[in-house]
């Protein structure tokens, strides 16, 4: 496992966010989701870090981050991470985001283009945006979502619930102890549990500015999408009628942790679309590349 970056505190949007910063560069900012921390992107940070400055924070509310009352719909996650750009003195960056990350990144570069570079969507959908319907609304969504039923009922058994999703989301394969251990630490108790939960309770705000913001604006900036199991080219068929540069990739043989299960296909693929240069031909092909062990289902 690749060794681990330096954190820092920096006060942003009100709150203060824990970020991990390495490298010198143009700026890479990487949003994770439910239920990670920044070390999702470990593999990744080692491997940018050499030509980026690689910024990678526990989002609102999570991991060592402030523990917020309110301000998880997309919009409110999108200014925290154009705050964080500010604090951290980035005029613009390339921005990644994953799973519950990648909302407030496309607001972001829908928004605010001239302050994202390059934007990259993983296992992700976007709202209610046409195409969404093509993936049924998993289990836990309405679980999360009613208010203080969740909190309530995993406390005691944060682990087993955190391990849940580690092995689904990872085609059954081991995430490293070290990266395991920090999640379930951050998701610990009612509090940390409120605030993973208040991400799911905003989703019909979300859902409602993603499609008033796709109503008004285009997507210019170079976007790729990257989708595994089980989003696959979904995401990619939404941003579609929006984007102006859009490149899709599916990786086959990997779960929904994309950075944790995947990096070997992942890597290759971020690093020529961040560096402005076309992905390696044929792209679909490098990125479908198998793996041993137990096949998605």
Known sequence: MASLPPTRRVAANGIEFNVAVAGHGPAVLLLHGFPHTWRLWTEVIAALADRHRVIAPDMRGTGATTRAADGYDAATLAADAEALLDALGEPSAAVAGIDAGAPPAFLLALRRPERVRRLVLMESLLGRLPGAEALPTPWWFGFHSVPGLAETVLIGHEAEYIDWFLTSGTCTRDVPRPIRDAFVAAYTGPDALRCAFSYYRALPT?????????????????????????????????????????????????????????????????????????????ASRASRAARPGRRCR
């Not at 859902?207 to 595994?228: E, F, K, W, Y």
């Not at 086959?252 to 679309?273: E, K, N, S, W, Y």
């Open 206 to 282: 979300s859902a409602r500015q993603i499609q008033d913001a796709a109503n008004s604006h285009r997507l210019t900036v170079p976007t790729m999408t990257v989708g595994a199991h089980p989003v696959g080219d979904v995401l990619e068929r939404q941003l579609r009628p929006l984007a102006d540069d859009l490149t899709g990739h599916v990786i086959d043989d990997c779960g929904h942790l994309i950075p944790l299960d995947r990096p070997d296909a992942l890597v290759p693929l971020m690093t020529p679309f961040l560096a402005e240069q076309s992905p390696p031909e044929p």
